[in-house]
């Protein structure tokens, strides 16, 4: 099922077709260079099978991200439940992504999360949504600055999956918009353009 789709990129469910672009962004040390693990192809496949399921289930989740020209799949972008209940309350909506390195630098990520944005505060009526990252991870929270989060630090947190073993992925920084904030960037931006 397509979830909806942008100029240049389609944001879907996923397919069987999709296994080995998802197995090579889990296992590439240059895309995990922030998490503490590299999931091997069984470990990659299960992580996709409850990708999807939670898709299904909830209608939100890490959709597969495909280039429309082409119809390859280019990695993930999506809404999902942050699903940690010792940092955030359970109804937290995160935004978050992962691209194979070949696709990166294309502007992709920003393209697609606008659009996820606004189908968050516009079709789902969320209140707000949050994106986390490892403090030194500083190409995702340059994207995080470019669609108009801003910076949280009350809500900064060490990470509780990630083992003492990486003590130096532990904390996050938390960047944010609500409804009420997206919606007035979009009206200045529409003033202005």
Not at 69 to 95: K, R
Not at 116 to 133: M, N
Request: charged share 30%.
């Amino acid at each position: 099922m397509i979830i909806l789709e942008t100029e240049r990129l389609r944001l879907r469910d996923w397919l069987d077709s999709d296994r080995d672009l998802f197995r090579e962004i889990n296992s590439d040390p240059k895309v995990m260079e922030f998490f503490p693990f590299r999931r091997t192809h069984e470990e990659a496949d299960a992580f996709l099978a409850r990708l999807n399921g939670t898709i299904i289930e909830t209608g939100l989740g890490f959709y597969a991200l495909e280039l429309k020209e082409t119809h390859e799949p280019l990695g993930f972008c999506g809404l999902s439940l942050a699903n940690m209940p010792d940092v955030f309350p359970p109804e937290t909506v995160e935004i978050g992504w992962r691209l194979a390195t070949r696709f990166w630098g294309n502007g992709y990520v920003t393209e697609a999360a606008r659009a996820l944005l606004d189908f968050a505060f516009g079709e789902k009526h969320l209140d707000a949504v949050v994106s986390f990252a490892v403090t030194d991870n500083h190409r995702s929270t340059a994207v995080m600055k470019r669609l108009g989060l801003h910076r949280v630090a009350s809500l900064d947190f060490d990470h509780p999956r990630v083992p003492d073993t990486h003590p130096h992925l532990k904390p996050h920084v938390v960047y944010a918009v609500t409804r009420d904030e997206w919606l007035r960037q979009k009206q200045k931006a529409g003033r202005s353009g």
